[in-house]
């Protein structure tokens, strides 16, 4: 993943990541998780945010998919 080709449009937890991501390939955007702390694990070491994961998409796609987020934190946050 070359990082001039790919922003990251959100950092949270596991259930918020799976939302998102269903969301956005209903649309045709297929974003790339980056999970860290499953990294750190599976090397062998602790991690502090076990659970977090980051959704990273193409630069093309980068206005219609964080206006994705923006929908999906704005329907959990009426929901709560």
């Known amino acids: ?33 980056k999970d860290e702390g499953e990294s750190q694990r599976l090397a062998g070491f602790g991690s502090m945010n076990q659970g977090y994961q980051e959704i990273h998409v193409h630069n093309d796609e980068l206005e219609k998919a964080v206006a994705v987020v923006e929908q999906v934190k704005t329907e959990m946050e009426a929901s709560s």
């Open 1 to 33: 993943m070359n990082a001039s080709e790919y922003s990251k449009i959100y950092y949270g937890n596991f259930i918020l990541v799976t939302r998102i991501k269903s969301e956005l390939e209903r649309i045709g955007i297929i974003p790339i998780i």
